[in-house]
């Protein structure tokens, strides 16, 4: 067989892999989460109380990160504005608090992209539902608490994304500062990091505004959604 028909015919196969393994990783991951909110409704707890219980996790993690943030942030102007202690010292510092801080970016991460999976169970479980009303005014009602519900929602990621995005590039020059200290461990490292230290206030000044909007939307959003929970259903038009 000829190289360049051989190497064609594995880059097929490699090809066709790659598609059947993505196609089995949802396969996976469909029925995982089907059997996990399957379990979960059977103990009571339905794919809304998952997102409120979601949400509420995401805010508290919110909340948490930007408490960490405000400490790194006491912890750089320490280092920048006190000429006291070893250099080792002030890096081991500020290392620390880098640490901690791209951890808990981690977590916010990871809770949203929790939120974004239940809320996509549920509004996809929702709208299937509303072909089961025989009321047309039942039926209304529901479709326009849906709409209402996808549109806080959709609020709700925003802030979150916008808030996320913006821990990044504070977490991209904090490393820098981290690293710059670590690989010039004299006078000079200090006073370039008092050059940057203005910017680096801005930056984490503006992360900490994103996060309050963003935790103000999550605890917006599930009083939206207990209060959607608990409302009556109003009587059908005759």
């Known amino acids: 067989m000829p190289k360049y028909t051989q190497s064609r015919s594995l880059f097929s196969i ?6 059947t ?17 399957r379990t979960k409704e059977s103990l009571g707890q339905h794919k809304r109380d998952l997102v409120v219980v979601r949400v509420e996790e ?43 801080c791209n951890m808990r970016s981690e977590i916010v991460r990871n809770k949203i992209q929790a939120i974004e999976e239940v809320s996509d169970a549920l509004f996809k479980e ?16 529901s479709r326009q608490q849906l709409k209402l519900s996808r549109q806080h929602y959709l609020r709700l ?6 808030a996320e995005q913006k ?6 020059a904090f490393r820098d500062q981290v690293l710059f200290l670590k690989h010039n461990l004299n006078a000079n490292a200090i006073a370039a990091l008092q050059q940057e230290f203005s910017e680096i206030c801005f ?4 992360l900490i505004q994103a996060m309050e909007r963003s935790i103000a939307e999550a605890n917006h959003y599930v009083h939206v959604l207990v209060e959607q929970k608990n409302l009556p259903v109003l009587p059908a038009a005759k």
């Open 14 to 19: 490699r090809g066709l892999t790659q598609r």
């Open 157 to 162: 990621i925003k802030a979150m994304l916008k």
């Open 203 to 206: 930056d984490i000044s503006q």
């Open 58 to 100: 995401a805010s508290e993690s919110l909340q948490q990160t930007k408490v960490q943030f405000l400490d790194a942030l006491e912890r750089f102007k320490s280092v920048v504005n006190v000429n006291s202690g070893s250099l080792e010292d002030k890096y081991s510092l500020l290392k620390q608090q880098f640490d901690f």
């Open 167 to 172: 821990i990044q590039p504070v977490l991209g």
């Open 126 to 141: 929702w709208e299937a539902e509303l072909k089961e009303y025989t009321n047309r005014s039942l039926r209304a009602q």
């Open 21 to 37: 393994v993505k196609l089995l990783s949802r396969f996976v991951t469909y029925n995982f989460q089907h059997v996990y909110y």
